[in-house]
Structure formats: C-alpha cells, structure tokens
C-alpha cells in the first residue's frame, strides 16, 4: 500500500461519513420537527427545527474533531466520548420519542435506524481513521528505516569510493611529479628556444616597422602632393566654370537685347504702316494687334491698322490681357 491508496481510502470513508451524517441530519429535522412543534406553544412553532439543529451541528462537530485527531494520532480525552455518545443518545430519543409515545413499535424501529447508523457510523469511523493514521505511521517508519539503510549503504560507497580515489590521487600524484620534472626541462629548452626566435622575431619586425613607416611617409607626400594637385585643379575648374558662366550670361543678355530691339523694331514697323488698305492676313493681323496692344493704342485705332472688325480686335485685346495675368498670378502664388 501507497499513500495514493491510503488518500484514497480515507477520500471514500469522509465521503461515505458525511452522507450519512447529512442524511441523518436531514431525517432528523423533518422527524423531530413535528415532534418538537407538538410540544411548544402554538406562538413558538416557528422554534421548533432549531432543537434538531442544535443536536445535529454537535454531531458535526464531533464527526469533524475526531477525525482531526485521527488523522494526528492524538487523544481528546474522555469529554469528546461523552459528547459522541450524548448527541448520539439524544439524536436517537428525539427520532424515537413521537412513535414510542404512540406505542408504535415499527416505528420506533424505522426511526432509530438513522440515529444507530449516525453512532456506529461516527465509532466506526474514528476506529478506521485510528488505523490508517498507525498504518500511515507504520509506514513512514518503513520508508525512513529503508531510506536510513539506502542512506548508509550510500555512505558505505562513498568512503569505499573516497578510498579508491585518494589511492589514485597518491599514485597520480607520484606520476605527476615525474611529468612535471620531465615537462621542466622540456619546458626549459622550449623557453630558451622560444627567447632566441623572439630575439630573431623582434629584430625582423624592427625592421619591417621602420621599412613600413619609411613606405607610409612616401604614400603621405605622395598623398599630400595629390591633395595639393587635386586643389589646384578644382580651382581652376571652378575658375573656368565661373568664367563659362559670365561668358553665358553675357551671350544670353546680348541675345536678349537683340531680340528686344528686333521686336520694337517690327513693332515699329507694324505701327508706321498706317491705316490698312485691306484686310489683313490673319497671322499679321495679329502681330499688328499684338504691337498695337503693347504700344497701348485702343481696340479702335488697332482694327484700323489691321483692317479687321473691332470685336475681333477686341477679342484678341482680351486674349492678351489674360496672357498677362497669368504669369503674374502664378508669380504671386510661388
């Protein structure tokens, strides 16, 4: 057996013990009750389940406190045994009382089942619980006896184990110090060796460190000498860029002005003609309107320069104006 068995076990006899304690608490109020009520003046009916009440939660009490002290191994004293027996008695008169004064005997007996189940159910069970409690005590003791033996036994092993080991740690010690001798003179002749290839290490890396800050302040001036190369010639590229770009600012304001003066000069032209003695081609009816309309003459004086209508004219007056504004709307809004 195990200590699952043993929960188990003590699982099924809680259970079993408190459904027959509820059980009989349950027939007793609805026996005793009537009883009870019988027995008291009609105003204190309502009175009458608190005497099964009463008794019942002692029975509780009893039930839950001895099987506390089951489970501790511990003693309560004749006092617990009076109160078992008395709420025990008590349960039993009281389911008892209504059919044994009737004189009813297949009553008495029908109601002292409850009650005689309740007592021996309450006896029985602090006996089982008294016996899992030394069984679970037994076997404590078993499991710290075979602990105590596997425990010695495990100390046995160990100082046999320590023996062994120190045994070897002597021998290996022994051999150790003759490796260590043997590995000292090696090691000085490792180390001697190793100081002249050191010497000879640091000698060529002397060399090589002064050939190497030799080589790195040639590919300094070189560098240096690059740099200034480098300088020299951006100025001189931005120098020339500089001059590219006066040279075409001058060439654009030239081109400019020439096609400033061209214009004013065909505006001239257009406007020195005079009346026109026909209608003009449309697409020199226009430059005419355009001319006429930047030397600021009215619509009138336009559509006779050009031989067309007044309205055409004035259509192309208005075209122009809004030519105008637009540029001047898009600058405002950047």
């Not at 260590?180 to 090589?208: D, F, G, I």
Request: net charge neutral.
């Amino acid at each position: 057996m195990n200590g699952t068995h043993v929960r188990s076990a003590e699982r099924a006899l809680s259970v079993g013990t408190w459904l027959i304690v509820a059980g009989a608490m349950l027939y007793s109020i609805l026996t005793v009750t009537p009883l009870a009520a019988a027995h008291t003046p009609d105003e204190w009916d309502w009175t009458a389940p608190i005497l099964p009440l009463v008794v019942d939660a002692a029975v509780v009490i009893v039930v839950r406190l001895d099987a506390v002290l089951a489970r501790l191994g511990g003693q309560g004293g004749r006092w617990p045994v009076v109160l078992r027996w008395m709420t025990g008695g008590m349960t039993l008169a009281l389911n008892v009382a209504d059919s044994a004064l009737k004189k009813d005997l297949v009553g008495v007996a029908v109601h002292a089942v409850a009650p005689l189940l309740l007592i021996v159910t309450a006896e029985t069970g602090l006996a089982y619980r008294r016996a899992i409690t030394a069984a679970v005590t037994a076997l404590e003791a078993q499991r710290r006896a075979e602990q105590a033996e596997r425990e010695q036994a495990a100390t046995q092993r160990r100082e046999a184990a320590a023996r062994q080991a120190r045994e070897e740690r002597e021998h290996t010690a022994m051999l150790a110090r003759e490796q260590r001798e043997h590995e000292a003179r090696m090691a000085r002749e490792q180390a001697e060796r190793e100081e002249r290839a050191r010497r000879e290490e640091r000698e060529r890396e002397e060399a090589q460190r002064r050939a190497e800050e030799q080589e790195r302040e040639r590919q300094q001036r070189e560098r240096e000498q690059a740099r200034i190369e480098r300088e020299r010639r951006e100025r001189e590229e931005a120098q020339r860029r500089e001059q590219a770009a006066r040279e075409r600012a001058e060439r654009e304001r030239r081109e400019a002005a020439e096609r400033q003066e061209r214009a004013e000069r065909e505006r001239a032209a257009l406007l020195a003609a005079g009346p026109a003695v026909e209608k003009q081609p449309e697409q020199q009816a226009r430059h005419t309107v355009q001319a006429a309309f930047a030397a600021g003459l009215s619509v009138r004086q336009a559509a006779e320069l050009c031989g067309w209508s007044v309205g055409w004219v004035s259509t192309r007056y208005q075209e122009l104006r809004e030519t105008e504004t637009t540029p001047a709307l898009e600058g405002a809004s950047a």
